[in-house]
T-cell receptor
Framework: GAVVSQHPSWVICKSGTSVKIECRSL??????MFWYRQFPKQSLMLMAT?????????EQGVEKDKFLINHASLTLSTLTVTSAHPEDSSFYIC????????????FGQGTRLTVV | QKEVEQNSGPLSVPEGAIASLNCTYS??????FFWYRQYSGKSPELIMS????GDKEDGRFTAQLNKASQYVSLLIRDSQPSDSATYLC????????????FGKGTHLIIQP
């Protein structure tokens, strides 16, 4: 399948600081990328849809000012968790589709965020 | 509200037997259906996609879709210990611009 690379794979940060997570499509151009969050023993919950060159679309209940998404190119989307708190500790995963109109999505490796 | 329901398990199956995983969804407008496998601490890996009623087979895996009953299933034949993982059912309402709605997953254990 297509390769989606996510970095870093894990990060520990202090409460109140910001953390940036990168998601790259390595062998294809992704006009749309998706950001999910997964708490322990829970399912993946869609946070936002990242569209290249335009503002991200956030799901209900997700604070857009806290979770900043930038999709400046067709191969890179970033998620910045601002002023992180312990309750933001989670597994963050991005995904992308290989081309417009396809429905199969491929996932990055995920980023384990721990806020202390 | 879109919902995808799965039995969380654990589902324990002897090695070599058939594992049967089930999923129901609430939105009749859903068009695409996926099964992902997720190992502990890892991201999901796509196993099967299915779009029309009936069965779709790929190696040891068979996905079954019944839109009238809003039901999707995954059969794993000749189960192997390496199949032990959490299996996530995911549903896509519209086209490629939408994100997926996931169930909570079924934890499958293949007993050697």
């Amino acid at each position: 399948g297509a390769v989606v690379s996510q970095h870093p794979s894990w990060v520990i940060c202090k409460s109140g600081t910001s953390v940036k997570i990168e998601c790259r499509s390595l062998d294809f151009q992704a006009t749309t990328m998706f950001w999910y969050r997964q708490f322990p023993k829970q399912s993946l919950m869609l946070m936002a849809t990242s569209n290249e060159g335009s503002k991200a679309t956030y799901e209900q209940g997700v604070e857009k000012d806290k979770f900043l998404i930038n999709h400046a190119s067709l191969t890179l989307s970033t998620l910045t968790v601002t002023s992180a708190h312990p309750e933001d500790s989670s597994f963050y995963i991005c995904s992308a589709r290989t081309r417009v109109g396809t429905t199969e999505a491929f996932f990055g490796q995920g980023t384990r965020l721990t806020v202390v | 509200q879109k919902e995808v329901e799965q039995n969380s398990g654990p589902l324990s199956v002897p090695e070599g037997a058939i594992a049967s995983l089930n999923c129901t969804y609430s939105d009749r407008g859903s068009q695409s259906f996926f099964w992902y496998r997720q190992y502990s601490g890892k991201s999901p890996e796509l196993i099967m996609s299915i779009y029309s009623n009936g069965d779709k087979e790929d190696g040891r895996f068979t996905a079954q879709l019944n839109k009238a009953s809003q039901y999707v299933s995954l059969l794993i034949r000749d189960s192997q210990p390496s199949d032990s993982a959490t299996y996530l059912c995911a549903v896509l309402l519209g086209g490629g611009a939408d994100g997926l709605t996931f169930g909570k997953g079924t934890h499958l254990i293949i007993q050697p």
